[in-house]
């Protein structure tokens, strides 16, 4: 054929050689590579940009005879069955024998896997055709990360069996991941719920095969069973009450008096509330709230990021907010009852992040706009209470706080 004219005749020359493949399996992956492109390069809404994708598809090529069309218009029919038109489209006489077992596949084993902090969730499911003639048995492996609230990375491959117990190793041989069973609803509620975050994303995480393995993903998540009654709703961030308990509990703790917060009076005092006040608030903004998880990952996103685009620091409030944070991580740890390594590690992190910390708050680089604006209304020594003195100070620099030159 000649230059393709449309991105369907684009696609349907890329498949041009779906129909000369052995199986089932091999033709899937095919049509899920090519959606993968659609996925990819959408702005926003990228699996109704894949859906949409597929029902023109499939009326554009409505006409077309060829082995090679019919066979990726079922293909794309399994991959995506939501799509306008999936359900009327039937194979050619040309299809290949193998094409009657797209998508008929049953689930053999779900399990679950992730690290100890909470940071990530894994989950490995693996599947079979009904008929062997589909194809070989494969594993589906999808990671979840929950510091960014997305389905992060999805691996389709096999053998299955092989890739379980690469797996199993791999925890066993370490303490600071798990390894489990899993409930396939709850793979199913997870990663669908992860995926749409990952789907609105206007740019998607830049290494794995997320895009490549998206439809084959969503076509398997489609057979597990739903969860039973309603899904648990994410983790609400704590109420004033909560977080009030919380605070006098931690500072009860051995981990407050390790770091000499017990002690603390006078007008060190407020800063020790304030920066308390800062780790619940960064916990707060995570999707699942959780102001427990903490671990060398999420301390980095507090200490070297979070803090300077959202607080104002005084001089106290920098020289005391690393410890605050260590105690706060240890105790955390400890009430969550991690290994002792996790621990180890979070608060040799933590130590080994105040320098840049520090480097940070002396710049102020990585504050934003309004943090920026507050901290010189405070060194330009402006009551922020004082409504006349506040107005006369915003007025004195209102070419800074806006990109009118004016």
């Not at 349907?12 to 090519?34: I, P």
């Not at 194979?91 to 024998?97: L, M, V």
């Not at 117990?165 to 793979?187: H, I, K, N, Y």
Request: charge should be negative; include cysteine.
């Amino acid at each position: 054929m000649g230059t393709p004219q449309t991105p369907y005749d684009a696609v349907l020359h890329a498949a041009r050689d779906v129909a000369k493949l052995d199986n089932a399996l091999d033709a899937e992956m095919l049509g899920a590579a090519l959606l993968g492109s659609v996925y990819s390069v959408a702005e926003t809404e990228r699996d109704a940009a894949v859906r949409d994708f597929v029902a023109g598809f499939l009326a554009a090529t409505s006409r077309r005879r060829s082995a090679a069309a019919t066979t990726i218009r079922s293909v794309f029919a399994a991959l995506v069955p939501d799509a306008e038109g999936a359900g009327r489209v039937r194979p050619g006489a040309a299809t290949p024998a193998w094409a009657a077992q797209l998508g008929r596949v049953h689930l053999t084993g779900c399990w679950s896997y992730g690290d100890v902090y909470g940071d990530q969730t894994s989950y490995l499911a693996t599947f079979a055709y009904d008929d062997p003639a589909g194809g070989s048995a494969h594993a589906v492996v999808t990671l979840l990360d929950h510091n960014i609230g997305i389905t992060k990375d999805v691996f389709v491959g096999g053998p299955p069996d092989r890739i379980l117990d690469q797996v199993r190793q791999m925890c066993s041989g370490d303490e600071l991941t798990w390894f489990r069973d899993e409930e396939p609803a709850r793979m199913r509620t997870e990663v669908t719920r992860h995926l749409a975050i990952t789907d609105g994303l206007t740019e998607l995480p830049g290494e794995g095969s997320l895009a490549t393995d998206r439809a084959l993903l969503g076509a398997r998540l489609a057979l597990l069973p739903r969860a039973a009654g309603v899904a648990p709703a994410p983790a609400e961030p704590l109420s004033a009450a909560e977080r009030t308990d919380l605070v006098r509990r931690f500072l009860a703790s051995p981990e407050a008096a390790r770091f000499g917060l017990d002690a603390i009076d006078g007008a060190e005092l407020a800063s020790l509330h304030f920066c308390l006040s800062l780790l619940l608030d960064h916990a707060a903004s995570f999707p699942d709230a959780d102001p427990m998880r903490w671990s060398p990952t999420v301390a980095g996103l507090f200490l070297l990021d979070w803090v300077h685009r959202r607080a104002v620091l005084d001089m106290d409030d920098a020289a005391l907010l690393p410890r605050v944070l260590r105690a706060w991580a240890g105790y955390a740890a400890r009430k969550r009852g991690l290994p002792e390594q996790a621990a180890t590690q979070t608060d040799t992190a933590i130590e080994e992040m105040v320098p840049e910390f520090a480097r940070l708050y002396s710049t102020g680089e990585r504050r934003s706009p309004a943090t920026a604006a507050v901290a010189q209304l405070m060194a330009d020594g402006v009551d922020p209470d004082d409504p006349a003195a506040l107005n006369a100070w915003i007025e004195a620099n209102r070419h800074r706080l806006t990109d009118d030159p004016a």
